[in-house]
């Protein structure tokens, strides 16, 4: 059963950082690519980004050059670190094994972890 468990969520400041973990169990994460989505209340779920098993990564327009995906496969983890936060960045965080079907990446796993709530206000 393959399971995913997000961390690192918080209150923070428009523009602080944050550093999200995604610790998953049940499945050799260094043979598949990761990625991290985001949800607002009553809103679908939106890829943030993503990283390859060769280490390529992707991001959504509204990131790029903020936020940063990593994985450490030792630790069967994959990390977000964002920086310059927005009010806009405001959402639950979570992670999952995705594939490409043609040009767009989607998740693998229909379960999801509890995500980790990040909010960006002062």
């Known amino acids: 059963q393959v399971q995913f468990v997000e961390s690192g969520g918080g209150l923070v400041e428009p523009g602080g950082s944050l550093r999200l973990s995604c610790a998953a169990s049940?499945?050799?994460?260094?043979?598949?690519?990761m990625a991290w989505y985001r949800r607002d209340p009553g809103k679908q779920r939106d890829l943030v980004a993503s990283?390859?098993?060769?280490?390529?990564?992707n991001y959504a327009d509204s990131v790029k050059g903020r936020f940063t995906i990593s994985r450490d496969n030792a630790k069967n983890t994959v990390y977000l670190e964002m920086n310059s936060l927005k009010p806009e960045d405001t959402a639950v965080y979570y992670c999952?094994?995705?594939?490409?079907?043609?040009?767009?990446?989607?998740?693998?796993?229909?379960?999801w972890g509890q995500g980790t709530q990040v909010t960006v206000s002062s």
């Open positions: 990283i390859t098993t060769n280490l390529n990564t």
């Open positions: 999952n094994v995705v594939t490409l079907i043609g040009s767009t990446w989607s998740p693998v796993f229909g379960s």
């Open positions: 049940g499945i050799n994460t260094s043979r598949v690519a």
